[in-house]
Nanobody, 124 residues
Framework: QVQLVESGGGLVQAGGALRLSCAAS????????GGWFGQAPGKERDIVAA????????YYADSVRGRFTLSRDTAKNTVYLEMNSLKSEDTAVYYC?????????????????WGQGTQVTVSS
């Protein structure tokens, strides 16, 4: 089992920045991949960004590309989502996820482990 704990959410004004962290513990593995998903009220949980643990290859949704940056610290088993130039439409609960495969995927159904979520609210 892998446990994921997110942190770093909060309230920020439009144009501001936040950094989300996702710390993994338990039976982590270098062949895993991770992702961040956002879920706004009344909407589905959508991919924001994904990263492979071993090579650090990344994927970004079109809506965040150029504004968000995903990185990982393998020594700390932690993935970071740097969120810049935030917009009101970025408001959502953000979930960290991990899958027991090293390939990237945008489908939430293909992730095996989930964190509890952290709220990001962007005021306009």
């Amino acid at each position: 089992q892998v446990q994921l704990v997110e942190s770093g959410g909060g309230l920020v004004q439009a144009g501001g920045a936040l950094r989300l962290s996702c710390a993994a513990s338990g039976r982590t593995c270098s062949s895993y991949a991770g992702g961040w998903f956002g879920q706004a009220p009344g909407k589905e949980r959508d991919i924001v960004a994904a990263i492979t643990w071993s090579l650090g290859s990344t994927y970004y949704a079109d809506s965040v590309r150029g504004r968000f940056t995903l990185s990982r610290d393998t020594a700390k088993n932690t993935v970071y989502l740097e969120m810049n130039s935030l917009k009101s439409e970025d408001t959502a609960v953000y979930y960290c996820a991990a899958r027991r495969r090293m390939t990237l995927t945008t489908s939430s159904h293909e992730y095996d482990y989930w964190g509890q979520g952290t709220q990001v609210t962007v005021s306009s």
